[in-house]
């Protein structure tokens, strides 16, 4: 009688045999197709099925590996990215325990779901920037002089940014945007809020900026202030990186934002010590004018996250392209599966996306969010030749006829083509997952199933 490992081992190279014989014949049916894709089904989806990852449709839902793993979600306002996607997992308790960052830009999911999550343990935060609400003060999460640097950098380039997208004009060129830094580091760092630092800019003459910095008893300010003089010249060059600044960071002014970013009513850690829904809601038509705190607020509650330990954490990011740049966002979603945040973003095209990151950048994000979620309806150009080219090429055959004589050939066609992506069917959804098939499924909308119905909890 053989020992029972030897008998272990037989089996897993039967095992082996057989995967790769199956391997084989599929590789042998296929090569000499012209061309192998076709629409999936559920079966096709294997390994990325599960019960305890984001639903995607009515006969799919993610495993929570996978959800990691990132999800993108394409299509215009009014096709049902909130009513099939956000709204459904919002109304579930299939999640494991985990907190969820939710930008809701008109506080329909908070109304619908809040209450539903503080019934499941997970406690809802309304966070809006020019509401009456939680509060949060950046500065009170800079933990050191790199991060206070790194806040005023992604301060201004976002504030120019802002400007760019409204007017189509850059408010400053690049190196007077470098030289603003160092001056407006230096004046965080004498001071508690970001508002406070406008104000002490606003409020102050050159010569008053370079004397009361230059006395203070921090030795980084002091060093910030030299090495703004020394890039910025005379005084006149002085005046216009100063008026340069105050223009990009008038957001700051407003009373409302003062209000809000006065104080900290949560910290980023808070998220990885207990399950909390953190609401973010701002009107979709400020949004532009609110890129400048938005996208700070984003980049330092993901890099505060991604580098502290805990429950997992997932970002339901509604419209990324109107949140401004956040900082370092094509590496965060690539390597976020590893810390356990995952992201659920939404796009309603890919030119902004360009815009904001620049081309590079922008496919570097689409890559990495390995679910591709497609609505109908779409007609931005670029988006629908990418999902066009993603869902691969199909045979198709084709007869000919001279005379009495048929001729009968094969030939190829892309699977759906950017015309067929547009025409989506209503309420249809496209899922490009992982290296899988392409499948069609219905969008599973909320508010004709019981299940979901149920759930809503009126405030």
Not at 84 to 96: E, G, Q, T
Not at 101 to 116: M, N, R
Not at 119 to 133: A, K, M, Q, V, Y
Not at 285 to 293: D, E, G, I, Q
Request: hydrophobic fraction near 35%; aromatic fraction near 6%; charged fraction near 20%.
């Amino acid at each position: 009688m053989l020992p029972e490992f030897l008998i272990a081992q037989k089996l897993l190279l039967l095992a082996l045999t057989i995967n790769l014989t199956d391997l084989a014949l599929k590789l042998r049916t296929n090569k000499n197709k012209l061309a192998t894709s076709r629409l999936g089904t559920n079966k096709d989806m294997g390994r990325l099925r599960g019960t305890d990852g984001l639903i995607l449709s009515k006969d799919f839902q993610l495993n929570f590996k996978k959800t990691l793993e990132g999800v993108c979600v394409i299509g215009p306002p009014g096709e049902g990215k909130t009513t099939s996607i956000f709204l459904p997992n919002l109304l579930s308790n299939h999640l494991p325990v985990c907190s969820i960052v939710i930008a809701d830009p008109k506080g329909e999911q908070y109304e619908l779901t809040s209450e539903y999550q503080r019934s499941i343990n997970r406690t809802p935060i309304l966070f809006e920037p020019l509401g009456d609400n939680a509060k949060y003060n950046p500065l009170d999460h800079c933990n050191n002089f790199t991060e206070i640097r790194d806040l005023a950098q992604s301060l201004i380039q976002n504030g120019d940014l802002s400007i760019t997208q409204a007017t189509g004009k850059s408010s400053g060129g690049a190196d007077w945007l470098a030289m603003a830094t160092p001056l407006l580091t230096a004046a965080l760092l004498e001071n508690k809020t970001i508002s406070q630092a406008i104000k002490f800019l606003i409020n102050s003459t050159p010569d008053q900026l370079i004397e009361k910095l230059g006395k203070s008893n921090n030795e980084d300010t002091r060093e910030q202030l030299r090495i703004f003089l020394s890039s910025s010249g005379s005084p006149k060059t002085m005046s216009s990186i100063l008026s340069t600044l105050l223009t990009n960071l008038q957001l700051f002014t407003d009373h409302k934002i003062i209000n809000n970013t006065s104080k900290s009513d949560f910290a980023p850690t808070d998220l990885r010590k207990g399950p909390i829904a953190l609401f973010i809601k701002y009107d979709e038509a400020k949004s532009n004018y609110l890129a400048p705190f938005l996208s700070i607020f984003y980049s330092q509650l993901i890099e505060k996250i991604m580098y502290c330990e805990g429950i997992p954490v997932l970002f339901f990011l509604e419209e990324l392209q109107n949140v401004g740049k956040i900082s370092n966002f094509p590496q965060i979603a690539a390597t976020g599966r590893s810390k356990e945040v995952g992201f659920l973003v939404c796009l309603q095209n890919l030119v902004k996306l360009h815009d904001i990151y620049g081309k590079n950048n922008a496919i570097t994000i689409l890559n990495a969010l390995k679910c591709k979620c497609i609505l109908p309806s779409i007609s931005d150009l670029e988006a629908l030749e990418y999902i066009s080219n993603l869902c691969g090429d199909k045979e198709v055959p084709t007869e000919s006829t001279s005379g009495d004589k048929k001729t009968r050939s094969i030939t190829t066609r892309k699977m759906f083509t950017a015309d067929e992506v547009r025409r989506i069917e209503d309420n249809k959804i496209l899922l490009i997952c992982h290296n899988k098939l392409p499948v069609l499924h219905e969008q599973n909308t909320y508010y004709n199933q019981k299940k979901y119905t149920d759930n809503i909890i009126k405030i």
